[in-house]
C-alpha cells in the first residue's frame, strides 16, 4: 500500500485546508491543557475539562468547527510530556483513528527538525489498511486510510528531506505489514522472490534468486532441507546495496518461512493459525535494505532473505535425518519445527562473502521470545558491541530492546550422537529463545585463518513476539503485522553514516 501524501508547511493551522485539525493535549496534576499557546486556541484550551479530554496516549476527541476560518478540531492525547516519541506516537495514533478522513492537518508542537521529523513518521505510520482480499463490497465499505497529511511545523526547517525520510521510512514498514498480512496461497516462496524484484525496481540495488537447482549447486542444505516437503521449492533472494565510497559493510540475514506447518513434527491446529506470518523476519530485511538504498545512506548493505514452505509429506525432511550446511557442517534434524534456525543457519554462513563489519539475523524464531518479553520489546543476543549498537538504534526509533545473554552451558543441550549438532532437544523447555541462538551462533562465519581466525560480530533478534500486535491497536500500531525492527535497522544504518 502506497504511503499518504505528505507535506511540512509553517503556515498558521488557522488556515489549514483540511478536513480535520489535529491538536494535542498534555496531561497533568492540574488538569489536562492544549499543547500549544496561541490564544486563537483559547476557547478550546479552556473547554478541556469540560468535553472530557485527559490528554492521555490514544485519546481521541472530534469537537465541531469552533474557530470562525478553521477546520473542525481532534484533540489526541500527548500523556505528560511531549516528547519525540510521544510526538510520533499522537500522530500515528490521531492518522490512525481519523481513518475515513481524506486530509488531515496536524499542528502538534514540532518546533525543531527532530520533533517534526518524528510528527511526519508517525503520522505516515499511521495511515495503513490491508483490504486486498475484502470482496468489492466490503473493501468500498470500509473507511479509507487518511489519503493527505500536512503537519505544521517552525518555519527554516528542510521540508523535502523530512518528508523523503519519513515516506521512505513508513514505505518499508508499510511493505512488511503488506507482505506479512498475504496469505501463503498467494506468498509463497517464488512468489515473495518476485514480490522482492517488484519492489526493487527503480532502485540502486541487484537482486539475485537462487532456485533449487542454485541452492543444490552452493550447498544450502539448510534451506533446502525445510523446503523438502513443499511443491513450492525454496528460494534464497540476495538484495545488495553498494554505494559508491562505502566504508561500512553490514550483512543482514531474515527468516522467510512463507508457512509453517512443523513439517513431520507438526503444529497442533491452533498452531497453525498465523504461521504465514513466519517470512516476516525476510519481509524486515528487505524492506530496511531498500529503505536504506531509497535514502541513500553510505553504507553498504547485502540482504539474506531464506525462504522456504515447511509441509509435511513423503518428501519432507524427517526426524534424526542429518542436513549437509552451507560450508560443511551437519546438522541431526530432531524436531522438524525448529526449521527457522535451519535456513539461517545457511544465509550467516553465506554472509561471509559479504566480508561485513557485522551480521545481523532477524527471525520470529521462538515462542519463548514472546514468553519472555512480550509484544513490544525485542530480545536481542550476541556479541556485545553490537547487541548495544541495536540496543541504541531500538532507543532511538522507539522500538524498544532488550539484550539477553547466550549462556555458553546451553551449548551442551545440542550436542548429537551422529552430526556436529542438533537443531533443537525434544522435551528440553529450558531457555528456548536462548537455545535457539546459541545454535545460530554455532554458524556464525569466520574471518581469518587458523590460529587467527575469529568470528565475525553478530547479533540476533528474535521478533516472534514484537512482528504482530494480537492486542488492539495503539499509537501508529493496528492490530496484526508491526513492521517492527524495520525503523531499527535504518536507525542504526543512519548511525554508521554518521559515525564513518
Known sequence: MAVPALSLVSASPLSADADVLVLGVL????????????????????????????????????????????????????????????LRAAAGSAVRQLAGTARVAIALPADDAERAAAVLEGAALGSWSFTTYRSAAKAASAKRPVAEIVVHAASGLDAPALVEHAAAVATAV??????ASTPANDLYPQALAERAQELAAGLPVEVEVLDEAALHEGGFGGILGVGSGSVRPPRLVVVRYRPAGAERRISLVGKGITYDSGGITLKPATGLVGMKYDMTGAAVVLAATLAIARLGLPVEVTARLCVAENMPSGSAMRPNDVLTMFGGGTVEVLNTDAEGRLVLADGLGASADDDPDFILDVATLTGAARVAMGERVT????????????????????????????????????DSDVADIVNSRPGVTTGGMLVAATFLQHFVPTRGDGADARPIPWAHLDIAGVANNSGGPYGFTPKGPTGSTVRTLIALTESLSRKG
Open 379 to 414: 530480545p536481542v543476543m550476541g556479541d556485545d558491541e553490537i547487541v548495544q549498537r541495536v540496543l541504541d538504534a531500538g532507543a532511538d526509533a522507539a522500538e524498544p530492546a532488550w539484550a539477553m545473554p547466550i549462556p555458553p552451558e546451553l551449548r551442551s543441550i545440542l
Open 27 to 86: 496531561s497533568g496534576d492540574d488538569g489536562p491543557r492544549l499543547a500549544r499557546d496561541d490564544d486563537a486556541f483559547g476557547a478550546i484550551s479552556a473547554a478541556l475539562a469540560s468535553i472530557g479530554t485527559t490528554g492521555a496516549p490514544d485519546e481521541l476527541r472530534r469537537l465541531p468547527a469552533l474557530i470562525e476560518g478553521a477546520p473542525p478540531i481532534a484533540l489526541i492525547g500527548l500523556g505528560g510530556d511531549a516528547t519525540v516519541d510521544a
Open 174 to 179: 508499510h511493505t512488511v505489514r503488506d507482505l
